[in-house]
């Protein structure tokens, strides 16, 4: 009982750290899809021609042949400080082709938005894409952030129940999102506003998949979190870190009908029947 209070205690610390910690960049949208820019993190740069950034057009021209096959891919190219790793997820709601034109797009597009920094992410409608001189896998990192927001407001008779079935929503999304496995953490649903509003939220959660469970459910519930901060009452947001993001609107966005089938667990291997009694042997009666 003590360790699992203990755990309980730490998990809504880091939760309460989170939210503090995850600075947000509010960008105003009124069109879908609420567009967000690529960061650039100023961490050190690279001189044009040299070996780093040969490193780094390499592996962005071979990234989308390192997809584990459910929208993630990981690389990286060069050895030493040259070295340069980086990571691209896609939404897992987009049919392959959608995906493999978000990335492809942003191998191009983000190292123009960032000239010579070795280190900058770009969020896209269907995807994400990050690099960096140093090994980004298996971290959560929650900044930078950034978030969109739709221009409308949700009306006022209305809003206590939004933000009631919202919350309510995300905390089933994020759950389901952070228990998808080592090949995808995402999900997505929808929930209906009280019996006289007409209004349904439509919800998406993902995170990268190589970062645990835990992890994943304190990323979610962080984003979240920053809502009634930096967009609360708006009809859609969305918020990006580079180890989860989430979205919702009041009209759908998402195609669950496209998402590749996770593989069945391995069957459970049957009981041996026991050995026969030896030849002569008595049973116990």
């Known amino acids: 009982m003590v360790s699992s209070t203990f755990r309980l205690l730490i998990l809504c610390t880091q939760l309460a750290l989170l939210i503090l910690i995850i600075n947000i960049n509010i960008t105003h949208a009124q069109l879908q899809p609420l567009t967000i820019p690529a960061f650039c993190d100023n961490k050190g740069n690279y001189t044009t021609n040299s070996t780093y950034q040969k490193n780094l057009n390499d592996l962005l021209s071979s990234l989308l042949s390192n997809n584990n096959g459910y929208g993630f891919y990981n690389s990286s190219r060069g050895q030493n400080s040259d070295t340069v790793f980086a990571i691209g997820l896609c939404r897992a709601d987009v049919k392959s082709d959608a995906c493999?034109?978000?990335l492809s797009d942003a191998t191009y597009a983000l190292p123009e938005a960032c000239p010579n920094q070795k280190e900058a992410i770009g969020w896209y409608p269907n995807?994400?894409?990050?690099?960096?001189n140093r090994s980004m896998y298996g971290l959560l990192e929650v900044n930078p952030a950034n978030a969109a927001r739709n221009t409308e407001n949700v009306s006022s008779a209305s809003l206590d129940a939004f933000n009631q079935e919202l919350t309510a929503l995300f905390k089933r999304l994020g759950s389901e999102a952070a228990g998808g496995g080592d090949l995808r953490k995402f999900a997505v649903g929808n929930a209906s506003v009280g019996s006289n509003s007409n209004?349904?939220?439509y919800g998406l959660a993902q995170c990268t998949p190589d970062v645990s469970e835990g992890e994943c459910a304190t990323c979610i519930d962080g984003a979240l979190g920053v809502v009634p901060s930096c967009c609360s009452g708006t009809i859609g947001v969305r918020i990006v870190t580079p180890s989860c993001n989430i979205r919702y609107e009041i009209s759908p966005f998402f195609d669950s009908t496209n998402e590749t089938p996770l593989p069945s667990p391995p069957l459970a291997t049957p009981a041996s029947a026991p050995p026969p009694?030896?030849?002569g042997a008595t049973t116990p009666g």
């Open 100 to 102: 493999g034109k978000c």
């Open 127 to 132: 995807c994400m894409l990050r690099y960096a």
């Open 199 to 201: 209004i349904t939220i």
């Open 277 to 279: 009694p030896p030849t």
